[in-house]
């Protein structure tokens, strides 16, 4: 079965420092992944999507940036954290074919 | 209008009740639709498919209403544990989501 994880689970980071969260699907091959954000008390932003290594697209204009280096490996960073990027930051795959997203655990990032 | 809408309710109902609720969307082109539940501070988890004849899984029911373009969802005989935010999705192409803001259910004794 499909497996998917993300890490860390919680960080606290002061502004301007650099992020990286990570995230690993196991079970499948060549999934589609995509990145989310979901402040507090709002709805699901999709941040950004791939359907291949090193195919990134980009849906919200930001100072983050996703990358993929391997099939089952996402991974979403920052140069320079904003007080706003604070929220709690969720990575999904689904099938190539398209169909349904499963979450990771999700990690909640507090930048102070 | 927005691409995907949804009631932010809450919606209070005591347990045993039925409650429902609906979804709209705003592309016509929109092929698969979903429905998620979503628990304080956690993940979304998937709760069901919404096929064009409707769908039903235990307590609950999904229909999609194409003519009209909304999804919904009924869920008979409530107990605490349903208790949630529950997410449509709507799939543009078939990959590309997006995300309601969901709707908050609470099921009181």
């Known amino acids: 079965s499909q497996t998917i994880h993300q890490w860390p689970a919680t960080l606290v980071q002061p502004v301007g420092s650099p992020l990286s969260l990570e995230c690993t699907v196991e079970g499948t091959s060549n999934p589609n992944l995509y990145w989310y954000r979901q402040a507090a008390g709002r709805g699901l932003q999709l941040l950004f999507y791939s359907v291949g290594i090193g195919q990134i697209s980009s849906e919200v204009p930001q100072n983050l940036s996703a990358s993929r280096p391997q099939d089952r490996q996402f991974i979403l960073s920052s140069k320079k954290l904003l007080l706003s990027d604070s929220g709690f930051y969720l990575c999904?795959?689904?099938?190539?074919?398209?169909?349904?997203?499963?979450f990771g655990p999700g990690t909640r990032l507090t930048v102070t | 209008r927005k691409e995907v809408e949804q009631d932010p309710g809450p919606f209070n109902v005591p347990e045993g009740a039925t409650v429902a609720f609906n979804c709209t969307y705003s592309n016509s082109a929109s092929q698969s639709f979903f429905w998620y539940r979503q628990d304080c501070r956690k993940e979304p988890k998937l709760l069901m498919s919404v096929y064009s004849s409707g769908n039903e899984d235990g307590r609950f029911t999904a229909q999609l209403n194409r003519a009209s373009q909304y999804i919904s969802l009924l869920i008979r005989d409530s107990k605490l544990s349903d208790s949630a935010t529950y997410l449509c999705?709507?799939?543009?192409?078939?990959?590309?989501?997006?995300f309601g803001r969901g709707t908050s259910l609470i099921v009181h004794p």
């Open positions: 999904a795959w689904s099938e190539s074919s398209g169909g349904p997203q499963y």
């Open positions: 999705v709507v799939l543009r192409g078939s990959y590309i989501p997006t």
